[in-house]
């Protein structure tokens, strides 16, 4: 994989001496790749990513794995906050309605697995932007293809299952996945559907209760990680 240097004035030292345990996914939602390039790259913006992936499959790096990049502001995940210091921004040029495109996709393939293998980051580690943020974010949104990532074991996918829909179960079990919560149960379930069913609409239904129970069985949030 060739990587192109192109810096960003937009980082500083992780905090409390933190290392990367989470890779964030994230969209530019601009349409011109150049414009997202240069804001990433524009002091006055004070945002930027360690990695930004071209829709013709160029990748350029903008910040250090080892540094804190600006990527993606307020938020938790899975009890954990300073989102920052404890992760790898990755931008993907994207409007946000597009399909993906295959070279950038392809580029992904190889370096998520070469993040995750440098820094020990498990399957439960690579999210979106919205899985952080529930309330505020919705990239990389609902054309990002998940399952092609989850075919390979870069991310987690859950099996099926249905199960009676209940509203405090849905969040208790989102919780112990490691959603934050306190958006409420619709900002939640838009974000879980976002995800693991990105066409569904409507009240909550069995299938989405089936999804969050076993994510919750299966990847439990391991509670000394929670915050003190």
């Known amino acids: 994989m060739q990587i192109a240097s192109c810096p960003s004035p937009n980082y500083g030292p992780r905090r409390d001496g933190l290392r990367p345990s989470l890779i964030v996914l994230h969209y530019t939602a601009m349409p011109i790749p150049d414009e997202a390039m240069e804001r990433l790259c524009s002091p006055e913006h004070e945002v930027s990513a360690h990695y930004l992936l071209h829709r013709d499959g160029r990748v350029m790096q903008m910040v250090n794995e080892d540094m804190r990049a600006w990527h993606a502001g307020a938020g938790t995940w899975r009890g954990q906050d300073d989102i920052n210091s404890r992760s790898i921004g990755i931008e993907i040029d994207n409007d946000g309605s597009s399909p993906f495109s295959e070279p950038q996709l392809a580029q992904l393939d190889q370096l998520l697995p070469e993040i995750m293998q ?97 994510l919750a069985i299966r990847f439990p949030v391991d509670r000394s990680e929670r915050i003190a």
């Open 118 to 214: 440098r820094w020990s980051i498990p399957v439960e580690g690579v999210i979106g932007h919205s899985d952080m943020a529930p309330d505020r974010k919705t990239d990389p949104g609902r054309r990002f293809p998940w399952s092609r990532f989850a075919r390979q074991n870069l991310v987690v996918w859950p099996d099926e299952h249905t199960a009676t829909p209940d509203e405090a179960r849905f969040l208790s079990h989102a919780a112990e996945f490691g959603y934050p919560t306190e958006a409420g149960c619709a900002a939640v379930l838009d974000a879980v559907r976002q995800r693991f069913r990105p066409w569904a609409h409507g009240p909550m239904d069995a299938r989405d209760m089936g999804i969050i129970a076993n």
